[in-house]
């Protein structure tokens, strides 16, 4: 029932909202939760428990609600006492079946023997071949709410991610942390405020008037300071060096955000979080903590019951006795635990009916609200290094300080009790010294020390009931696992699974150590406690992966590419046509006339300095102290551990200039590793290094009258065979476009010039060529041609015909690798390679059945049946009309002429010979000196 | 993710950079043993405590960088290479 206007009510009555729960429409204010309004309808249950399907309803009316956790249209998982109505929302209870009022899981309670603690670990550990039947049947058991097959940006709107760089942080939008984020913004720092709920406040927003007076003048100190305030966000976790990660909720078109912030300072107020009471029947919906009716008083206007009974044992359980009066609501009796009061059991299962209290006293009551005592949520300072500590006087954990490191400092109720003036007074000289370690003052600020209310112990009662309301653990369960040895806070929590359910022990882990402390009869401080780690509140996978941003790279020719039905194929971080439609009509053009083939991608690095080749000499297996101006060299690269890492051709421009090419793929990395040599091992060589891969358009034109066409687009390159001749370089103008340089090779098989022009004049130039070459039959090249012409040649790709075990004597590099060069990277390994020998080979393999293209990794086998290699690289060669293929197969079987078998994915055989050449076209090279 | 300061580019994110391991002393090629030479490639003391480690800022000054670091508590001081 909505009672009249609240002196701190947050909802808009001017607003009428509608939503639907299980199919049926409820009113609701703005401002209302989803909870608040279904209650203030009447509802009392909102959900089942995870194990025995009982019915639960509001408990801490907060986020942390472990009875209030619905499914919001295909949103799993919504804390329905947080989230806020939003017209025609469509919500419905979780995992219960057919219906929230009829669940055919709770025959789980009449079966309670069979899930026990441990169940899991007793019952299905054999035999364990029935483990999938087991899974399929407890996958139907699991708890939460439906994920939906649909990308999340289409119903929620997007996830998002911001870096932020606060000098100070303040977790938790409380008096305390309002007075230390106003404190530490009037130093001068900037400060950033941080509250889960929806607005600032803390326990103010519910209490009386004179705290909501309190609030009033915090919250106009907090706008009159420059304080950067995120509500309906939290603090989930804080690492090393302060990295400080939050989640922020519910902003227009964008459903979560995490933030990346690095304070210099990280002030931690999270309050104090109100603990829930053990005793039989404690789960039943219309038990509720006072903080939980206070809320849905002050906050909501709801009616919370019509009669109530009080366990109190503080001055919060007191002030909630005023409201419940103030309400309208019947308190028939308040039980003060601080005079020995107790409850022993709750009677209603679907709702309660009555309380009974020891001596036998019982009262008919649709309310039980409890008010036992305060745990504080050491979460973020046990991040920081804090080790909590008991006092038993108090009833709760408390920091210790000095473990904590020096850029993390803690104020308000996790630090102690006391007067609102108080706890920002003493806030308030946090957030000063929070600011001065910050940067900002110099002098130490003194912090008051925060007065401590004493508590008496009220963990549980003398009957058995629920500690983990979110996992349905029992304190019967701990007794359970006390008695089969798991009497240890970290082991009992295992076992039992308490304090692992989406509270993560914030309500229940108090309780917990105190019912295995005296089980075990030792105190709650020998007992210890669990650790907590982060997130501090539960995390959605879509904030961690935050947007998708993968930036992909295409050549200037792309528009070309897209308006001639390129199909795309997408090659490390570059997007490139892979065909346009007819792959072994681009390898037959380049065969028999001529092609071209954009190969911008190439890694491509300007390196200038006399000492050059000195670090060719170093990086590459062969030798380069030689090689003269305007010449150009094929060169592998080989890691320390002899292993193929990258190959390329390097051409000498000028003195000292060279421009080196790398693999499309190994760009980056063989810059860094070009870079690691010449920084870590040779400081003293003078080469300067500039990558320079997007600053040309690289294209390849190939094919017998490669030369034609090239002629036709310079201006100022003497192309004739007998000037600029095999693996030569020269620089020039194309097409009109000066400083582009031109070499001669030919990884196709075919004449061929490689032309790498300034990336702004690459389309330029590639319309130039298709326009200049029609009557030569030119055509646009992809790199699935691309491969077939290599592999026709029996061109190794670094990656596919090699990978992470193959040194350079298995790639087929034997004449290329000089071991009488003094030093070069790589060289003792492959000096052992070829001394030892064994090592598997390259070969190229013929199969008898020379239509058979097997797949790109079959087996070889040899005579026994033995695994001996394998196909590294295999196609249809248009040219040669038959299979090709690239294999790796043990020395023993790679002499020319023997024989291997080819093992087939459908499990044919096939029976092939090794050849004598990798080239299948074209082996003595004539065709590309031409 | 931890803080790193590079001598360049002040205290950056780690994020930022490679970590390249350990750092190591290559042998002399000429004379090292097949022993020496593979301790090189695959030997690492992974000492609990201060340690050297190279490190590459790729996503600012490119400079290979030596930092000692502790790595129980991941304090970190800039120090000599190895």
Known sequence: ?930 | MILLPCPWCGHRDAGEFRYVGEGTRRPDPETATRQQWRDYLYLRANVAGWTTERWYHRMGCRRYLSLRRNTLTNEVAIGDGP
Request: aromatic share 6%.
């Open chain 1, 1 to 930: 029932m909505r009672l009249d206007p609240q002196a701190g009510e947050v909802i808009d009555r001017a607003a009428a909202l509608s939503l639907r729960w299980n199919g049926r429409a409820y009113p609701a204010h703005g401002g209302d939760t989803i909870v608040s309004a279904l209650a203030a309808s009447g509802e009392r249950v909102f959900s089942r428990s995870f194990k025995y399907h009982r019915p639960r309803g509001v408990l801490t009316a907060a986020f942390t609600d472990p009875g209030c956790i619905v499914q919001v249209g295909d949103e799993p998982n919504v804390r329905a006492a947080h989230r806020l109505v939003e017209e025609g929302m469509q919500v419905r209870s979780q995992d219960t079946w057919p219906s929230l009022r009829f669940d055919v899981k709770a025959a789980n309670e009449l079966v309670g023997r069979f899930l026990p603690a441990g169940f899991y670990y007793k019952t299905f550990i054999a035999p364990q071949r029935l483990w999938p039947s087991y899974e399929r049947v407890l996958r139907r058991f699991s708890h939460g709410g439906v994920v939906s097959p649909h990308p999340p940006q289409e119903r929620l709107g997007a996830y998002d991610s911001r870096h932020a760089h606060p000098d100070v942080l303040v977790a938790g939008g409380g008096p305390a942390g309002m007075a230390a984020a106003v404190a530490a913004a009037e130093t001068g720092a900037s400060v950033m405020l941080v509250e889960e709920e929806h607005a600032l406040g803390g326990h103010l927003r519910w209490g009386d008037k004179a705290d909501l007076a309190a609030l009033a003048e915090l919250r106009q100190r907090v706008d009159a300071a420059s304080v950067e305030v995120l509500t309906d966000a939290v603090v989930v976790g804080r690492y090393d060096h302060n990295e400080v990660a939050v989640v922020q909720r519910g902003l227009a078109h964008v459903h979560e955000r995490l933030i990346k912030a690095r304070p210099k300072t990280l002030v931690v107020a999270p309050g104090l979080l109100e603990r829930p009471y053990v005793f039989a029947g404690n789960d039943a919906p219309g038990v509720m903590l006072s903080t939980a009716v206070r809320r849905l008083i002050n906050l909501y206007a709801v009616k919370p019951g019509q009669r109530a009974v009080v366990l109190s044992a503080n001055p919060q359980g007191d002030a909630a006795v005023c409201d419940l009066e103030r309400a309208g609501v019947d308190v028939v009796h308040v039980e003060d635990a601080r005079r020995g009061g107790d409850v022993v059991r709750a009677i209603g299962r679907s709702g309660l009916r009555a309380v009974e209290l020891p001596g036998g006293r019982r009262f008919d009551c649709d309310l039980l609200v409890t008010a036992v005592g305060w745990t504080n949520p050491a979460s973020l300072l046990t991040m920081a290094g804090d080790v909590p500590a008991y006092d038993p006087r108090a009833a709760r954990y408390f920091p210790d300080v000095s473990r904590l490191s020096g850029d993390v400092l803690p104020a308000g109720g996790v630090v102690g009790d006391g007067t609102v003036d108080e706890l920002t007074a003493h806030a308030g000289a946090v957030g000063r010294e929070a600011a001065r370690r910050a940067g900002f003052g110099t002098t130490a600020v003194r912090v008051p020390k925060l007065p401590v209310d004493s508590h008496p112990e009220l963990f549980h009662g003398r009957t058995h009931g629920i500690v983990d309301f979110c996992e349905d653990v029992s304190s019967k369960d701990l007794l359970t696992a006390v008695a089969e040895g798991y009497s240890v806070p970290e082991l009992a929590k295992r076992y039992t699974t308490a304090t692992m359910g989406p509270t993560q022990g914030k309500l229940e882990t108090v309780n917990v150590v105190a019912i295995l402390a005296e089980a075990t009869g030792r105190t709650i401080a020998q007992t210890g406690t669990t650790t907590w780690r982060p997130p501090y509140a539960p995390v959605t996978l879509g904030a961690l992966a935050g947007r998708h941003r993968e930036p992909v790279r295409y050549s200037p020719m792309q528009p070309w590419h897209a308006a001639h039905g390129a199909v795309p194929l997408v090659a490390g971080a570059w997007v490139r046509p892979d065909h346009y439609g007819d792959p072994a009509a681009e390898v037959g053009a380049v065969r028999e006339r001529v092609g071209i083939i954009d190969v911008t991608p190439i890694g491509k690095l300007d390196l200038r300095g006399p000492d050059v080749p000195s670090l060719l000499n170093l990086v590459y297996v062969n030798r380069w102290s030689k090689l003269a101006v305007g010449r150009v060299r094929y060169g592998v690269m080989c890691a320390e551990d002899g292993v193929v890492f990258d190959d390329g051709v390097t051409a000498r421009l000028g003195d000292e200039h060279y421009l080196m090419t790398t693999t499309s793929s190994g760009a980056a990395a063989v810059w860094e590793w070009v870079e690691s040599w010449l920084q870590t091992e040779h400081p003293s060589w003078r080469v300067h290094v500039t990558p320079v891969t997007t600053s040309y358009a690289s294209i390849n034109v190939a094919g017998p009258r490669a030369r034609e066409l090239v002629a036709r687009v310079v201006d100022d390159v003497e192309l004739d065979p007998e000037t600029f001749g095999y693996m030569q370089v020269r620089t020039g103008r194309v097409a009109g476009v000066a400083g582009c340089v031109l070499w001669r090779i030919g990884f196709t098989g075919e004449l061929s010039y490689e032309l790498h022009v300034p990336a702004g004049y690459g389309l330029h130039v590639w319309e130039r060529l298709l326009g200049a070459g029609g009557d030569l039959g030119v055509r646009a090249v992809g790199i699935e041609a691309q491969r077939i012409l290599r592999l026709e040649k029996g061109h190794l790709i670094v990656g596919q015909d090699t990978d992470g075990l193959t040194g350079g004597f298995s790639a087929g590099l034997d004449g290329l690798i000089r071991l009488d060069k003094l030093d070069f990277v790589g060289r003792s390994e492959l000096l052992w390679q070829s001394q030892d020998g064994g090592h598997p080979r390259l070969v190229r393999l013929v199969l008898r059945n020379d239509t058979v293209v097997p797949d790109e990794g079959c087996q070889l086998v040899g005579r026994g049946g033995e695994v001996c290699g394998r196909v590294t690289s295999s196609r249809w060669s248009p040219t040669l009309r038959c299979g090709i293929c690239l294999g790796q197969v043990a020395a023993r079987l790679a002499t020319p002429g023997t024989e291997v078998t080819v093992r087939l994915p459908d499990g044919r055989s096939e029976p092939a010979v090794v050849a004598e050449n990798l080239a299948a076209v074209d082996p003595e090279g004539v065709r590309l000196r031409g």
